[in-house]
């Protein structure tokens, strides 16, 4: 078939009536709803119980991280040559990462925590050259995000309760908007 000679029902033009938008507006609207249910009570329950949830989701990301990797082990058994090494290192490591979050969580969200908290000291100390030329409001920036990193990496568990509350509140927000979004659409 031509893509270019292609003309939806059969070549009579397809016609929609306010009831099919109307149709289709309450469909998206109801998924929304539920949606932003689901964000809403996952926010809540991060904000109750951050290192639980916190828990739980990084298994789901390391259950991922296994369902993606063995099938790219089990592909390099048909490659040849240099093809092995670039599909197998990948998988290699999406397998480690993948059996540390089951198996370790929390040590990996602290890891992630303080990996956070170097970049963030180094970007801390990288806009002091540039924060001078903005003023004290640039300095102030600039210390500020040094002294977010060194936090972070001195107390990893602080920061990381600290991202998470912030997180569940930003879910939160978005949950409610998504709702909000989802019953308008519901009445139109």
Do not use: H
Not at 40 to 63: M, Y
Not at 117 to 144: D, E, H, P, R, Y
Request: net charge positive; proline share 3%; with cysteine.
């Amino acid at each position: 078939m031509d893509e270019n000679n292609y003309t939806p029902n059969n070549g009579r033009p397809v016609e929609l009536s306010g009831s099919t938008f109307s149709g289709i507006f309450r469909a998206i609207g109801g998924s929304l709803i539920l949606r932003g249910v689901i964000m809403i009570i996952f926010g809540v329950l991060l904000w109750i119980n951050p290192f639980k949830t916190l828990d739980i989701l990084i298994k789901i990301i390391g259950i991922m991280l296994i369902i993606d990797a063995v099938p790219l082990i089990v592909s390099t058994f048909r490659l040849k040559g240099d093809g092995r090494i670039v599909t197998i290192i990948p998988a290699a490591i999406m397998l480690i990462l993948g059996l540390l979050c089951i198996f370790n969580a929390l040590g990996i969200a602290r890891l992630g925590t303080v990996i956070i908290g170097i970049w963030q000291l180094i970007s801390g100390i990288q806009s002091i050259s540039t924060a001078k030329s903005s003023g004290i409001l640039g300095i102030v920036s600039a210390l500020l995000t040094i002294l977010v990193g060194v936090i972070l990496i001195v107390s990893p568990l602080v920061g990381l309760l600290a991202y998470t509350w912030l997180l569940a509140f930003c879910i939160i927000v978005s949950g409610v908007s998504t709702l909000l979004l989802g019953t308008k659409l519901c009445r139109s």
